[in-house]
């Protein structure tokens, strides 16, 4: 007895909430003006209207056809169970005017029994829809959150990579840096220690003295393989001066170096970049012309450099043989173009595109290009 007290007395509590719901006072409309059509005797400007007057259906068919409309209300707000009672409530209204009428027809009873099948089938629909559709939310929920987890990889990715990049160039800066002070120091005591050995030696003879200046020429050329390496390990002009100084020093080396015609053309308002924008920019000239270089057969190359208003745009054009593109780009890697793939993954470092064109015979263009947002004055403010 207790319980049921206190279930009573916790419904009653609800009732302020309850009648606070606009729904509630939008249901009981519904609900008022079904009764009463049901019961016009109630209400006599509605008695007064023709029983046959409503598009063919008695007014009772009407009255039985609108009780549907809060049954279908209640099922849309609230659900299948109030949709339910609703249901139960309308049909309450409904029967006891079967015997307040003085002749009841089968077709009363059939409208009846229609009123509770359409009455069914309408809340029945309306949970399955409401079911649907929260599967579809939770699907989309699913999808959201593996898209976001998904991208959270792609910037763990990214800055793994990033981290692995600096910490690569990092390490190129180490070892041009030994290479300079102490690999090429030590062949220029070498090649003087020759010299010094030569002059006070006079009489040395003649094959002594040949073998000895092949001795000395020997260390000069690896003395300038290994400051041509150093440079290309960590320019120091590219830290010094920027980017297109820099490149106007690779590109007439590499030139040299493979034998092959090379231009660059800078348009627009030379401008400076982030450093790490520099870098990236200057690794991706150099690979891309060490590829045409060493793979391409090409006899010429060019080199484009566009400063427009909102990007500056990259290119590296060449003669060579080409190759055929696969679909992606990421399935560079499967085909061995590792350089192509590690270029790609270094424009994404630097919020760059890049892209890239081939056919065979034709020649190969890659294209690389970086919003003005990373250029260094934006970086510094």
Do not use: C
């Not at 006891?96 to 009123?115: K, R």
């Amino acid at each position: 007895m207790k319980k049921v007290f206190s279930f009573f007395y916790s419904q009653i509590r609800r009732l302020p909430r309850l009648f606070a719901n606009v729904h509630i006072w939008i249901l009981i409309l519904l609900f008022t003006g079904g009764f009463f059509l049901h019961y016009p005797q109630l209400l006599p400007f509605i008695g007064q209207i023709e029983p046959d007057s409503f598009l063919y259906l008695t007014r009772h068919s009407v009255g039985r056809l609108i009780m549907l409309l809060p049954v279908t209300y209640t099922a849309l707000v609230f659900g299948l169970r109030p949709g339910l009672l609703s249901l139960v409530l309308a049909i309450a209204i409904i029967i006891p005017n079967i015997f307040v009428t003085d002749t009841v027809t089968p077709d009363d009873i059939i409208e009846i029994i229609g009123i509770i099948i359409i009455g069914l089938v309408v809340n029945l629909w309306l949970e399955s829809y409401e079911t649907d559709k929260k599967h579809r939310q939770q699907a989309y929920l699913k999808m959201e959150t593996a898209q976001r987890e998904l991208q959270r990889m792609q910037q763990n990715l990214r800055f793994y990579l990033k981290q692995i990049t600096i910490a690569q160039e990092d390490e190129r800066r180490r070892i041009a840096q030994e290479l300079h002070d102490d690999t090429a120091q030590d062949l220029i005591v070498i090649s003087r220690a020759i010299d010094r050995f030569v002059t006070q030696n006079p009489n040395l003879g003649e094959d002594n003295l040949a073998e000895l200046e092949e001795l000395q020429n020997h260390v000069n050329r690896t003395l300038s393989e290994v400051r041509r390496f150093a440079q290309d390990l960590r320019p120091s002009v590219l830290d010094d001066l920027g980017l297109i100084p820099a490149l106007e020093w690779l590109i007439p080396d590499l030139s040299k170096h493979f034998g092959i015609n090379i231009d660059i053309d800078v348009n627009g308002e030379i401008r400076r970049f982030a450093p790490e924008t520099e870098l990236v920019l200057f690794r991706i000239v150099q690979e891309s012309l060490r590829n045409v270089g060493k793979h391409a057969q090409a006899t010429k190359a060019w080199v484009y450099i566009d400063f427009g208003k909102y990007k500056a745009t990259l290119t590296i054009k060449d003669n060579g043989r080409g190759f055929l593109l696969p679909e992606r780009v990421g399935d560079l890697a499967a085909l061995g173009k590792l350089g192509l793939t590690g270029m790609q993954e270094r424009a994404q470092l630097i919020g760059g595109r890049l892209s890239i064109q081939s056919k065979p015979e034709v020649g190969t263009m890659v294209t690389v290009a970086v919003p003005n947002s990373g250029n260094l004055e934006d970086n510094e403010v």
